[in-house]
């Protein structure tokens, strides 16, 4: 849920901004408990009661080839078939998490789905590394919010008058950053890097999250869409304003691209975790003022401000 004040633009939490921060393998529970396809329903109860677990990956060797739940189990019980293989009470098709991807495709993911636990794989290898649940991700959102508290009370914010000590009538700091186009695995760095350099610059915890958010989503529109861009931040006094530009395919419906939800991203970007439709949306609540202009074969010019 996302808190919005009169004027619609999102107010930003602390536990919002981490989920853009954080990635699944700092979130999800690495020693993942299996069972293989010839073991019983009954091997299954034992197991998951054993742990207290409410679901598993099934494994042939090392390969991941299902997933069995409670449900399964209950399912099997009732039907008086404890005895039979796992093989025959998975589920085959299962959607699995990357460990590098960001955490709020994580949470899209359980809301979207509606499961109650997600595998976790590698991106290079495939192999299963982990698995990640509900609890898991409050587990360590808790953990960083505790963490960033001790680290907030040792220095707490003080507001830096940069731009009053110049001798100028306006004075412009300006940061550019170069994105690659289908770096998937460095998605979200240059992002990182201008939230911490408007913190380095002592602007307030709530407009560098509300920035570090909507640049997030544009560098990965970016990443997805073209084969790169840049990505600059202008800071003047009572202002930030941030332009992502390429030269890619262009939108060929801007009012539709707004839509929550809508992507025109391939089923194989959607495969890596990416792409979810919330971009554009997600830019617009954190922004105070938003420019979007593109050209379909020419690129897209996205430009947001965020008054400090």
């Not at 010839?38 to 197991?47: C, F, I, P, Q, W």
């Not at 990357?98 to 192999?127: C, M, N, S, W």
């Not at 560098?219 to 202008?234: D, H, M, Q, R």
């Amino acid at each position: 849920m996302k808190d919005s004040d009169v004027n619609g633009t999102l107010q930003t939490t602390r536990t919002q901004e981490m989920i853009y921060e954080l990635r699944v393998q700092q979130a999800m529970t690495k020693q993942v408990i299996t069972v293989e396809p010839e073991n019983t329903m009954a091997d299954v109860s034992r197991v998951l009661e054993e742990n207290r677990h409410s679901g598993m990956p099934v494994m042939k060797g090392k390969e991941m080839v299902g997933i069995v739940s409670v449900e399964d189990l209950v399912r099997s019980f009732q039907q008086g078939n404890s005895s039979q293989p796992v093989k025959q009470w998975m589920s085959k098709n299962v959607t699995t998490l990357y460990a590098d991807e960001p955490l709020v495709h994580a949470v899209q993911k359980f809301e979207r789905h509606g499961y109650g636990r997600f595998p976790v794989i590698d991106r290079k290898t495939k192999a299963l590394v982990g698995i990640l649940t509900k609890v898991d991700i409050i587990r360590c959102m808790l953990q960083h919010l505790e963490i960033n508290y001790h680290d907030l009370e040792r220095r707490q914010y003080i507001p830096r008058e940069w731009f009053s000590e110049l001798d100028c009538d306006r004075a412009t700091l300006s940061l550019r950053y170069h994105i690659d186009g289908a770096n998937f695995e460095k998605a979200g760095e240059v992002s990182s890097k201008l939230k911490r350099s408007l913190q380095t610059l002592g602007l307030s915890p709530d407009v560098v999250r509300r920035i570090a958010i909507a640049s997030f989503e544009a560098e990965l529109n970016l990443v997805i869409f073209t084969e790169g861009g840049e990505l600059a931040a202008s800071v003047e006094p009572g202002r930030v304003t941030v332009t992502a530009v390429d030269n890619g395919p262009g939108i060929p419906d801007v009012e539709l691209a707004m839509q929550p939800g809508y992507s025109t991203a391939p089923d194989w970007v959607r495969e890596l975790g990416f792409g979810a439709g919330m971009g554009l949306h997600n830019i617009k609540k954190c922004s105070d003022e938003l420019k979007l202009e593109s050209k379909v074969g020419e690129g897209t010019n996205l430009q947001f401000t965020v008054f400090t």
